[in-house]
């Protein structure tokens, strides 16, 4: 037997008994007559002692072990005298009888510590040694239990977990597939999902009215900073249900996860419009952790003779509370609103001074009286600052968004364990690309339109075409999206229709989609559902910004796992099965 | 709102409410003024009652219905006058005051009943309507709560589940690799896992002394029946173990499922050498539901005469209890064992009569004497049947093998709800091809061999080698392989030293697994673990022998999903992004 008990269980009640403990080496040290190793594992670590004085040799070999060494080790646990308050076994010690070295260790290429000296691209090559890390380790334990928490929470509901297959079709609209070739099949390829999506619907079709998955999803994509080829989603549908069904469903579960597994009670998730998301906060993702709403103010700021605002599409300002900047804090501030990244032109403000005076860069334009009767309408008292932007109206909001949330982070206005959920509803159905003249949809092609708005899509003109309302909805936590879904469609004419909106030929979507609209002929029920981007809601549970950390084995920037060297060669016999041949000699053999 | 409840839960106690419920229309009869529906869901069977007498123009609509029509339906719960004891619904009926069409159907191509008309073809074309079927979508639904139950399991026990990559590097050894392009490193593949083995022992490394995960799998093979290109596993691991830890972890796991869910107290599993399971019944996945242990005769019966027995490896006897046929009988059974599938020159039989008497086809090389000598050793009496087969070891021990499993059928011996689980242990480490001239992996190339052959392992010859046991072990129940596992090799050197025995050059074994042997260098602990095949033993769970109705969307034997039509061919744009060229013009396009 390895081991009696783990490295971070004993207490002071085991004091005196004989024990057994597997681990790794963490540190040693010297003290005299005395040698001391931490002793760790997943458990935690547990202090390990060896006396010149009992057993000279034992010492001697318990001196040469490196860091990272496997070990076993026997003795008899022991009060310490000098007890260690920050480990939860820091009142006792293993007095060490016997070890035995179950593997050696060189020495680690960075160290295994909370904060490591290792660089990303080692502790990815490295990454068994960086997942002995506590952050990373934690990570990992933490998704574990929150996987399980969903399936408790979701099963209890009556969802069904159903595995929907990996190896599918090829449907060219939407993101790039990752492709497989069929070796009995040559010349033909499977697809990976990237997303159970129509086959969710065909369960619904089949009956099973609350399907649920914890599921990997695939997307060659040009890949951007924390994006991963392979990912993994909380994905769910229902039959038979409404849109608040829904929402309502899943904000339980968000609130289960919440409760359990970090003991917080969120609040009722607010509802709002994607109309009134941009009106308000500039994207379809706000952070509602602090204030600042936007406050349009055309009526109150065109036609004074200030062109800038005259000539601008949209003006609109946000009110930072108790803020005053200097010059050169409002001068910085406006070169950084004017970096390429943002774009900005400039920036407007007005502070309300405590005395009641107020300074503004428009103080030629207005007049005190007329910028101290703004006040109201910007929710702004004495001691507020008031910034202002303008322009053209889609550009002139992003711009605000990040100027919010900039003021925000500087503010501390974004505090790690505040977590402020909220739905975004009726969204676009339809995206029209002027470029390329034709419409994209804004969730998938599936995604119902409103009920009320069924008819307009199936004889509205194009202006009518580009405003209707989906009935899609996304989960916003802290200004991160979490999750979205739609009601579906399930009918064979408004499926057609909105190809045909897409650009489908009738042929095209028949063989793509065929199958999905035949099932939609024999008793389709009304359904819709929600995925939850599952690595990222674990990192946003967690305050962190990055989703590769919750991952076990991510993938770089280039899509590369460099710890394996995958992707890699294969052999010309392979290639031969496959009955495929490489365009060009590649840089990799 | 859809529905109040739904068609499996209202009973006496409702009688009374205003309800809605939707569906799909099961069946409808008229008798005189009243119309009947039975209306399905996921959960039962509701009978809709329409009378002319209350609502003519509602009555003539509902007649209207067909098959398979999705509807919603409102009314008050009624107590039915003449009960179905066979349904639990049966006390009630649903006396409808109005209901809304939410999806028309046609005609279904197979009838929806728990005998379904379909052929398999068919039914997998139309998999979203075969999975209405009661057979189907029980076995959904066993197969998550199954899921679950695992999880939970696994999780009490300290198990982390721990999700590995699906777009992995191409080993081949072992089964052949699907491999994905890469798109942004052209020329370059992914390969998908045939299991995470490396990952998993990673996690070992790192620290993750306990992983779990329930994983899909792939295998390009050319498809057997009742083998899916893509399949699940219960896979794990553990560190700091020995084999019977993970024995009697996996015993435990085993244990609960069948109680949670079968409600079935499963005896202690009884372990058996692989040598021993050839030895008594001639296969390395017994079924143990019955006796019929094979006897070895040859130093009973050889040199007296019978040049069959004399010239044979092995003469091998069952004892199949309380049976006597006829010649007739004894004939057609001999014939059944000369078929090529089985391949035996004959059979021999001793029936040992009620009355003491004997008859045998030997009887004119042993005596009567001789024979009756014999039941001691074969266990028989009076009124049992002996059968013996003879020849070389191997074929004749599988030929016994299958008849001693034919016995088992004929006489119903194979009880459905009878489990008799078992351990397989101690299998070979190394597989000698005799015309390869080489070893292959018995179970992979990381399985370690037993602890005390190690060192024959790194010095034996090659009769040494042949005879090498692996702490590998397989558990088996009714026949089937349901997981198999291993003590892993965790030393750099031990495990160059298998490569090399496998074949592998030193290059080979560092290109494809030199981040494993890399791995053991920084202090890797002693593991193991087991995988489960999940598809099976569901199953197996349940009776059946095929998996394919285990899965919600399984291929067919040519590895094609016919109702979505994959796999199937591909745009050029996206081979020529990937960098690939067909090399000849399929048959698909």
Chains 1, 2 share one sequence.
């Not at 004091?15 to 190793?37: A, N």
């Amino acid at each position: 037997m390895y081991r009696t008990h783990n490295c971070g269980e004993l207490r002071l009640k085991d004091v005196g008994k004989q024990v057994s403990l597997s681990g790794w080496v963490q540190s040693g040290r010297d003290l005299g007559g005395l040698t001391f190793i931490d002793l760790r594992d997943r458990y935690g670590i547990t202090q390990l002692v060896f006396s010149m004085d009992d057993n000279v040799d034992l010492c001697e070999r318990a001196r040469k072990l490196g860091r990272e060494f496997v070990i076993a080790a026997k003795g008899v646990v022991n009060e310490r005298s000098n007890k260690n308050m920050n480990r939860e076994t820091g009142d006792i010690e293993l007095m060490v009888d016997e070890f035995e070295i179950l593997n050696p260790s060189k020495v680690p290429p960075f160290t295994i510590e909370d904060d490591t000296d290792g660089g990303d691209e080692l502790r990815m090559k490295y990454r068994y040694l960086d997942i002995r890390r506590n952050p990373v380790k934690n990570n990992l334990i933490f998704r574990s239990k929150c996987s399980l928490e969903v399936r408790k929470y979701l099963d209890e509901q009556g969802f069904i977990e159903i595995e929907t297959p990996f190896l599918i079709k090829s449907t060219p609209e939407g993101a790039r597939d990752f492709v497989v070739p069929s070796r009995l099949n040559q010349g033909t390829f499977y697809a990976l999902p990237q997303s159970p999506q129509t086959f969710k619907q065909l369960l619904m079709v089949s009956g099973m009215d609350k399907y649920y998955q914890i599921v990997k999803c695939f997307r060659d994509e040009d890949l951007r900073a924390d994006r991963q080829p392979e990912f993994t989603q909380i994905d769910c549908e229902m039959a038979f249900i409404h849109r608040d069904d829904v929402l309502d469903n899943f904000e339980g579960l968000t609130r289960h996860l919440f409760k359990s597994l970090l003991y917080v009670n969120l609040d009722e998730f607010p509802r709002i419009s994607y109309d009134d998301a941009l009106k308000y906060y500039g994207s379809d993702k706000p952070d509602i952790r602090f204030d600042m709403k936007f406050t349009e103010l055309s009526e109150l700021a065109k036609g004074k003779g200030f062109s800038i605002f005259d000539e601008a599409e949209l003006i609109v300002g946000i009110c930072v509370k108790n803020v005053n900047l200097s010059n050169k804090e409002l001068k910085e501030l406006t070169e950084w609103l004017r970096r390429p990244q943002i774009g900005a032109q400039g920036m407007v403000y007005i502070s309300y001074n405590e005395d009641g005076t107020l300074k503004s860069s428009i103080g030629k334009y207005f007049t005190e009286e007329e910028l101290n009767g703004w006040k109201s309408v910007l929710n702004a008292e004495q001691r507020d600052l008031v910034l202002i932007l303008s322009g053209e109206k889609e550009r002139t909001r992003k711009q605000m968004s990040e100027l919010r949330l900039e003021m925000a982070r500087r503010l501390g206005l974004m505090k790690d364990g505040d977590f402020k959920p909220l739905w975004v509803i009726d969204f676009p159905l339809l995206e029209w690309d002027e470029e390329e003249k034709r419409f994209f949809a804004m969730h998938h092609p599936f995604t119902s339109p409103k009920r009320d708005e069924i008819e307009k899509m199936m004889s509205g003109d194009l202006e009518t075409l580009k405003n209707l309302k989906a009935d899609a909805y996304d989960l916003v936590i802290n200004g991160n999206e979490i999750g979205g879904g739609s009601i579906r469609i399930h009918d064979r004419e408004l499926q057609e229709k909105n190809f045909n909106l897409l650009g489908f030929t009738p042929e095209e979507a028949e063989k793509q989609f065929g199958f999905l609209m035949g099932a939609f002929e024999y008793g389709a029920p009304p359904h819709g559902g929600i995925a939850f981007g599952f690595d990222r809601l674990c990192a946003v549970m967690n305050n962190q910004t990055t989703i590769r950390d919750y991952i076990a084995f991510p993938k770089n920037n280039q899509g590369k796992d460099i710890m394996i060297d995958a992707p890699d060669t294969i052999d010309d016999k392979q290639l031969d099965e496959l009955g495929l041949i490489l365009k060009t000699v590649n840089n990799y053999q």
